[in-house]
């Protein structure tokens, strides 16, 4: 079946660090991928998606690349903020099928 | 603000009770559906209704059902409920069920049952 396997938080980093989470996927077919993000108390966001191979999904600040031959699509920002904090979900969609989410990363920023 | 409601915030209640989850869509959207979120257990999808009909059917216990009403707001209901079934309950929505469309989530109802 469909799956989505994330990196294994948590991940705490210096304000203003490059952040890389890690995002690979299993799917029989060609899904849309997304990432979520899930601030404290709150619910999910999305935060950005690609509909196929090799789109960048980008929203502030943060990208990912939907990789084909690697099956991947790998969340990044350049600087990351203490408001960055939060949880964060990769997803795939295949059709009309659910969103299937990874596991989630923890990411702590301090000052 | 999500555009997707979901009531309470928060639930308290008793083992072998039975409570009541309320979604309201965002307007206009059709789908409607049903996630747990436990410490241990990450999101697990229970269930998906589209326009009124039940769509898929994930791991959702037979304690408990749902249901989408012709208004298409949606109830997820608990029963006989286990101090396991303390968890986040979410819902999300979405206008159509095509790939690139994400879902639009609620803030949730924590229910602790005690």
């Known amino acids: 079946g469909n799956s989505v396997t994330q990196m294994e938080g948590p991940v705490t980093l210096s304000e203003e660090a490059f952040l890389t989470i890690n995002c690979t996927y299993t799917?029989?077919?060609?899904?849309?991928l997304f990432w979520y993000v899930q601030y404290p108390g709150e619910g999910l966001q999305l935060l950005l998606k690609?509909?196929?191979?090799?789109d960048k999904g980008s929203n502030k600040g943060f990208e990912a690349t939907y990789r084909k031959e690697t099956t991947s699509f790998h969340l990044e920002k350049g600087s990351v903020q203490v408001s960055d904090s939060a949880v964060y979900f990769c997803a795939l969609k295949l059709g009309n099928e659910k969103l299937t989410f990874g596991t989630g990363t923890r990411l702590t920023i301090i000052p | 603000d999500s555009g997707v409601t979901q009531t309470p915030k928060h639930l308290i209640t008793a083992t072998g009770q039975r409570v009541t989850l309320r979604c309201s869509p965002r307007?206009?959207?059709?789908?409607v559906y049903w996630y747990q979120q436990s410490l241990d257990q990450g999101l697990q999808f229970l269930i998906q209704y589209y326009n009124g009909e039940e769509r898929a059917k994930g791991n959702i216990l037979e304690r408990f059902s749902a249901q989408q009403f012709p208004d298409l707001h949606s109830e997820l209901n608990l029963s006989s409920l286990e101090l396991g079934d303390s968890a986040l309950y979410f819902c999300a929505s979405s206008v159509e069920q095509g790939a690139s469309s994400g879902y639009t989530f609620g803030s949730g109802t924590r229910l602790t049952v005690v």
């Open positions: 690609a509909t196929k191979a090799d």
């Open positions: 307007s206009g959207d059709l789908s």
């Open positions: 799917a029989t077919g060609y899904p849309s």
